[in-house]
């Protein structure tokens, strides 16, 4: 089961990633009350982008969707929603905060097979609303009130326009929403840098059953964390030379990268997508339940670690590697558990992870304790404060 309130690890994105151009206060920011009705028909003319694909990682079920229904109904006060008027569309908004709400929304009123309806349930005030859908609703006299209620009842809407760059995005959301839940940078950057390879991403996140498996998922991560360490495996195998000690460029230049260049890099991101999946298997074939986790000197810790991740993946997507690594699977295990005890291994992989320093550190130690089991494994070099990949 997916809990919002512990991400898988401590090494994702983080908003100190940021740097300081969101601090650069530029944008202009108009707070409005929205009525429902308006809120869906600028859903439905496309000027609120409520991609149908985000019911693929919706984290509410329909009960949540039937108690906010209910809310407006009810006329008792909602969230804010928090939305950005496209740079390069005036009238096109992204959603910054509040995409579970609107998807509720738009579901409820569906008319369509795009979003996915549903009837009310679970309602503990409105009980004879319990079994209502929105065609019962909009149809039936005794309901009428309801409805009026329902499609007048208004949402403080925030439009932030003008803004400088995604960083600023993150900046203004958590100053407008300082106890919510922010949104992840990965959910960003799905509407920010849109393209055919971010919808490859999502597409194979979602239905990958091994990346899942491996990150205690049972579901796709509604926060797209699962997305995200996809990216992080393609920004590491080809443009870790790059790497500046701030992660979020690195995965951003990557996405963009793989956007314009879909068409002519199709084969190759395909052949390093197998490569992932191939990598996962061999990581599980050798540390079974504990793959991708830290060892603590009794166990294999719970929650995946993304540090611990880089070095499988960074040798494991070489065939050669995970087939001598599969033969001394014994051996290999062990000097991993042992590496975990190395101080300068386990502070790499531990605290900040993110350091130029860290992240090659601990790649380097790993494939020298690979290379003593007879794994063909290539070793990076550090020249000028960048890492440079010997394969």
Partial sequence: MINDSTPPDDQQEEYEDLGESGKRYQAVINQADWTVETIIQQIDKGNIELNPDFQRREAWRS?????????????????????????????????????????????????????????????????DLNGIDYLRLSSDFLLEQDLNALENSTIRTAVIRNWNDENFLYTVFLRLNTGSVPLSPQELRQALIPGEFVKFVDRYSRESNALHAVMGLSRPDPRMRDAELVIRYFAFRNFLDIYTGNLKPLLDYTARHFNQAWVADRRKIDGQITDFESSIDTTVRIFGSGAFRKWNGIRFERPLNRAVFDVMMYYFNDLNVRLAAEDSKVGVELAFKSLCENERFRSSIEGTTKTIESIYTRIRLWGEVLQHYNVPATLPQLINNKIIRGD
């Fill in 63 to 127: 009960v949540r969707k039937s108690q906010y229904i209910e809310s407006l109904i009810m006329n008792v006060p909602v969230p804010q929603i928090v939305l950005a008027e496209r740079k390069d569309k005036r009238g096109k908004f992204i959603v910054i905060d509040g995409k579970q709400r609107l998807l509720a929304l738009r579901q409820f009123h569906s008319g369509d097979e795009v979003f996915k309806k549903f009837a009310l349930e679970g309602l503990s005030i409105r009980t």
